[in-house]
């Protein structure tokens, strides 16, 4: 089942006479009960999707066109205004460091009561210490924290308290922009664990993950999406992908993964060579061609179809080729 | 010491420490470290924010006081070295560090920030200056003419980052010590950046030291590993060996903790 | 001149009064027909066709003895400004940057040097002093004027030495004095030209409090003199208002445009306060 289904969204930043292509046409579902994996390296618009997708886009960000149909309503998110109340409801954010996201001078049950009465002004205090208790008691951590400074917790305990007060309110998609990037491996891990938790346990509905680290998703997501220069290049189940991406950029990002397994030491990779494109300049064509070894002519001035075949589906005029290739044979 | 040593090794540190803080608020970064470096060896020196492994490589080159313990570079006593001695010293040991941008002087073009590093070189090779840093730069993959007039801002990271290594390497120096030189850089520029230090070690014979919080880079590159925990290298060995039969605790956590492209079932 | 369009309006229409001040002070001297010290008329005139401003006890001009009267207090402010953050820009850079023992000496000395009340160390200087020349007095403020300057760059020093950039250019051979003045003085620019602001309109405001007392520049009008005079012949009580309100008036439109012309400058300079501008 469809949790939540994200439509044509279109993005841009407008500096002075410059626009910014952040997003072009965008789209991807996520299913209940499931993690879906955005990966992309820096520039290619998956933070400001999230910040689309949490229902909590920048002042500067201007919102062409695009449509969220998350719990029976469709959210028109080129209009702000429309989706507050969603908000942390809804839609919740995991943010980025959990240090940064508590606010050092509160104890953790005032931040608590602070974000349920946002949704319930007429809530008690003791009524939302008492919620508060039982979302942290879920995440294993002991009714104590309630009056604890975030100082006064361990780097894992704050990690779990930023992610139990990002789903006080019940939301059904949380959406989790590069939670990881500034921890170390070993706080990744457990919250690797404590992300997919959330989603067994049913404290969420579904996750959006969003890194640009691939093989941390190929052990936490369902599903992968890859971004490139603004656009998903190709969305599959996380297995598929990392065995078989079908897009060159998703092949040549997998190929640029550095893991310690041990054996494969020698062999030599080869990186993407050149950079991605300006997107000032608004791309016709496929934004990966001048870097792609499989380009063609149309790939320059025609923009790839998405082709769905099964479960997963990409956008490259070569696999559409390919595929059109195995139909006649 | 006796000649034998000085074959095989380019640097060696004994019992190397570093404190900071008095009393109670006492922290020691690095705590008895003894590390030898191979010649023409790429040896990466892993651990997790805090291990003490950037102080470790401030040290090694000069950058910063020890509080303890020696230095030895090519036989000789570098540990105090300051002035002159510190300047000849940095000819021979050069760095690259983490953040690309933070690297530059912002107001600078290029072409200063390079020539700056021409003041170590012998007033001969001065003269040469632009031929130089036009060399260098080809030698990472650059336009010369081009990065020559650019400001940071108008550099990628990749190419800030390849800047960087070229600045370093127009000194010819015998030890490059990266410090997470690609941890800030996008995966696909990253494998770059590293092959080219892969060829700066098979190539030039140049010894490399790579500090990294990440093991698969360092699997990647480095002929030997160096693990760090707590200002202490608790395991040091060839790559393989590591990553295929970790011996202390610690190393075995690091390596269950990293996350695999492909689950071994 | 990109910079100079992002500042806020009150940025310009403070310089402007500024600037109009100080104007008045350079030029009203060359074109006055009079010194400050010619007696001009009857004692206490009120304004007039005659005297714009009035005349004080003596009879002298109150409008001449005005432009003197800023232009002593400018230039005891340039000076004694240029003084304080030539002084705290050297004490704190090179506490931040050696650190260790220098550090803890030199912010010893700055921290003994803000707990004592700098008027207190100006009175003793200006009794001990042999001379009442503007030149001494101007030095005198700028010497106790430092230590807040110092501090300040001291920190920022101490933060930025920590930047890769100095690490590379250390690595590169570049010696102390070349560090500081290529790879952080730069950096430090809009700090220390607000520093300056911020030494120039204290320093006026202690010439003026100085003056007061009675311990003013010899030979000369300044604000802080006409208004110690305005107090002694007891002007307030007398009804001769024009002769205090003038020098304070301008005293407080001094300070005040230069307060502005700080804090409008903090806004553009500090990125915590400027509003953020298009993200990526």
Redesign the interface.
Known sequence: MTLASLKHLSAHYATGADRFHALDDVAVDVQAGQILGVVGESGCGKSTMASVLSLNPGPSLRVTSGTLAIDGTDVDLTDPASHRPLRGGTVALLPQGALNALNPTRRVGAMAHDILAVGDKRITRAESLRRTAARLEALELPPRVLRAYPHQLSGGMRQRVVTALATLRNPRLLVADEPSSALDVSSQRLLVDLLRRLVSDGLVEGIVFITHDVALLSELADRIAVMYAGRVVEEAPAKDLVAAPRHPYARALLASVLVPEAGTRGRRLSGIPGAPPDLRVPIPGCPFAPRCGHAVDRCADQRPPRLVIGDRDDSCWRSAEFEEAANVG | MSVDDNASELLRTEGLAKVFGRGKDEVRAVDGVDLTLARGEATALVG??GSGKSTLG?LL?R?MDPTAGRVLFDGRDVTTVRGAAR?DY?REV??V???PF????Q?RRVEA?LA??L??MPAATREAGRETMGEALTAVGLDPVETLAKRPHEL???QRQRV?LA?ALMLRPRLLIADEATSML???????V??LL?DLRDERGMTVLFVT????????LADRIAVMHRGRIVESGP??QI??EPAHAYTR???A????????A | MKALKALPARFHAAAAVFLLIAAAGVIGPLVATAGPGDLLGGPFLPPGPDFLLGTDHLGRSVGVQLVHGIRTSLYIGLLAGVAGTVLGVLIGTLAGYRGGLVDEILMGLTNIMITVPAIIVLLLLSISLDTRSVTVMGICIGAVSWPWTARAVRSQIASLRQREHVDIARLSGSRTWRIIAVELLPYMMSYIVMAFVIQLYGAILAEAALSLLGLGPAGTASLGVMLHWAIAWESIRGGQWWVFLTPTVFITAITFSLLLVQSSLDTVFNPRLRDRKAAR
């Open positions: 997790q924010s401030r080159l950058l300047r940095w050069q760095a560090f983490q953040d933070a690297a530059f002087h107001y920030t700056t590093a003041q170590l990628s990271g990749g960087m600045r996008d995966a696909s520029v990253r494998v770059t590293l092959n892969a919080h990440d093991l698969g880079q360092a699997y990647y790559a393989e990553v295929g956590s690091l390596l903790d990293v996350p695999k492209l492909h689950r071994s």
